[in-house]
Nanobody, 120 residues
């Protein structure tokens, strides 16, 4: 069974940094891409950043230049380094892995989420 477990959330002040980690129970090479999403109460879940197996990354405009996504295939882990955090970054962050089989079967896997709170 595939499991994605996020860690690294917490409470920080504006301008500070956090690093989120998403550990997979299987090889992350089966997911393309892997990514981080966030969802505020009453709002739709939105993309934060994704990374493909070949390393290509994609970021939401709101986090470009501040957040960096990376992957460690040996450790089956995807990281999100978040710098210069703002109050508007406060919400729950989710890790996602997308798997597409050779016959086109699509599976999405989500972690349980980790809370980020940016406040003075």
């Amino acid at each position: 069974q595939v499991q994605l477990v996020e860690s690294g959330g917490g409470l920080v002040q504006p301008g500070e940094s956090l690093r989120l980690s998403c550990a997979a129970s299987v090889s992350i090479l089966r997911f393309n891409p892997m990514g981080w999403y966030r969802q505020a109460p009453g709002k739709e879940r939105e993309l934060v950043a994704t990374i493909r197996t070949v390393g290509q990354t994609n970021y939401a405009d709101s986090v470009k230049g501040r957040f960096t996504i990376s992957r460690d295939n040996d450790k089956n882990t995807v990281l999100l380094q978040m710098n210069s955090l703002k109050a508007e970054d406060t919400t729950v962050y989710y890790c996602k892995g997308l798997s597409i089989t050779t016959d086109g079967y699509v599976s999405e896997y989500w972690g349980q989420g980790t809370q980020i709170t940016v406040a003075t």
